[in-house]
């Protein structure tokens, strides 16, 4: 835990120390495409969301601007059980319960373009970005001769932000910016809890890195200066 603690304390005090804090909320559209190549088998997968995303921003100075982003954060839990009715009561014949995670962040170094006026109310910028992900997908089969399986899949997408933004008054202000993602890298561990195998076979891992990977993200955000 305390590996976790000291550099959230570290952050905290760097952040406090800053003069100028900002809040965010993002509006964020997310469209991505991607594949899998297993053997003979490509699993192919397409994904399109809206969703809300809050961020922190701090700058000590108008050169540059940083920014913490909570860009994926869900939970789900999905339990489904087929029965049969028999003489002794209800027999399941099928089902699992389904745990999913899904978290992800966004670090940004944000620098200002030179192109507007300083009594300009809107400023042209561009950031670079460092965006971690861990996916987890946990299946428990409710029935003997089917066994627990688990997906980890890890992701780090580095990018460029160009951004607009407008300043409304002397605290609020709006963001609106795309991201260009330029290479991801994925690794996916993959492990079914079949004691059949050895400890070595229960266990796949695959990596994969993609220059220019289709994925796309529109943001369009309001902010507040503290």
Partial sequence: MKYLIVPLLCFASCVQAQTNVS????SQFTHAESSRVSGTVTDSTVRSNLSLSPALSWYSNNAYTQEIALTHFTFNRNDEVSTVETSNGSLPVA?????????????????????LKKENNFSLRIGGAVSPRVSV???????SNSFPTRESVYATTIALVPRVAYNLNDQWF????????VVDFTSVVSRIE???LGVS???TKEGQVSLFPKMWELRFGIGFKI
């Fill in 23 to 26: 809040l965010k909320l993002y």
């Fill in 95 to 115: 089902g699992a319960v389904t745990n999913t995670m899904d978290f992800g962040l966004r670090y940004e170094f944000i620098g200002n373009l030179p192109v």
């Fill in 137 to 143: 997908v946990a299946v428990n089969p409710v029935i």
């Fill in 174 to 181: 709006l963001d609106l910016n795309t991201v260009v993602n």
């Fill in 194 to 196: 079949n004691l059949a």
């Fill in 201 to 203: 076979d229960r266990v």
